[in-house]
T-cell receptor, first 115, second 109 residues
Framework: KAGVTQTPRYLIKTRGQQVTLSCSPI?????VSWYQQTPGQGLQFLFE???????NKGNFPGRFSGRQFSNSRSEMNVSTLELGDSALYLC??????????????FGPGTRLTVL | AQSVTQLGSHVSVSEGALVLLRCNYS??????LFWYVQYPNQGLQLLLK??????LVKGINDFEAEFKKSETSFHLTKPSAHMSDAAEYFC???????FGKGNQVVVIP
């Protein structure tokens, strides 16, 4: 069974631009969660989608948004990029809602650098 | 607010020595707890999880963790460190999907 895939793996953008990241979950998984990982803050939860609906949301500004498609693939968008948005963005999928006792399976991440 | 705390961002351990990584949670209701490992340039991989079935949980690569409600802790241990254990380790809770800030483990030959 193929794992979680994320594209692209690396991105370089400039301040003010916007970016879209993509995540394909493991086949059959309906939940996709997004995390931002930085050296200082560790992993911070952005949001979770389940059956095309946002079910949980972390404490990030509205510049961060996402969506999920009927095939469970998810995209995350960041508008008006700031230097502080430079991070590794991780996507994780699970069979059911991530707040259960189910394991999350993580992708390799997208490394975003904002110049 | 962070509901999972890991102390000591960097942990050095000699090869063959005990690995001990501490995790404390802050929740009035015991959550489900997880330990994940992240190798360089990779995503996170599950080591083990606590789901209230047993307080001592065994995971992959000889790691284990013990849930102690009285101490609100879920510390990770491994009896004998290998060079391949060098990685970053994260404790996580299903409560607000919170992760600790991680422990970077360095194994000294």
């Amino acid at each position: 069974k193929a794992g979680v895939t994320q594209t692209p793996r690396y991105l370089i953008k400039t301040r003010g631009q916007q970016v879209t990241l993509s995540c394909s979950p493991i086949s059959g998984h309906r939940s996709v969660s997004w995390y931002q990982q930085t050296p200082g803050q560790g992993l911070q939860f952005l949001f979770e989608y389940f059956s095309e609906t946002q079910r949980n949301k972390g404490n990030f500004p509205g510049r961060f948004s996402g969506r999920q498609f009927s095939n469970s693939r998810s995209e995350m968008n960041v508008s008006t990029l700031e230097l502080g948005d430079s991070a590794l963005y991780l996507c994780a999928s699970s069979l059911v809602l991530a707040g259960s006792n189910n394991e999350q399976f993580f992708g390799p991440g997208t490394r975003l650098t904002v110049l | 607010a962070q509901s999972v705390t890991q102390l000591g961002s960097h942990v050095s351990v000699s090869e063959g020595a005990l690995v001990l990584l501490r995790c404390n949670y802050s929740s009035s209701v015991p959550p489900y707890l997880f330990w994940y490992v992240q190798y360089p340039n990779q995503g996170l991989q599950l080591l083990l999880k606590y789901t209230s079935a047993a307080t001592l949980v065994k995971g992959i690569n000889d790691f284990e963790a013990e849930f102690k409600k009285s101490e609100t802790s879920f510390h990770l241990t491994k009896p004998s460190a290998h060079m391949s254990d060098a990685a970053e380790y994260f404790c996580a809770s299903n409560n607000r999907l919170a992760f600790g800030k991680g422990n970077q483990v360095v194994v000294i030959p």
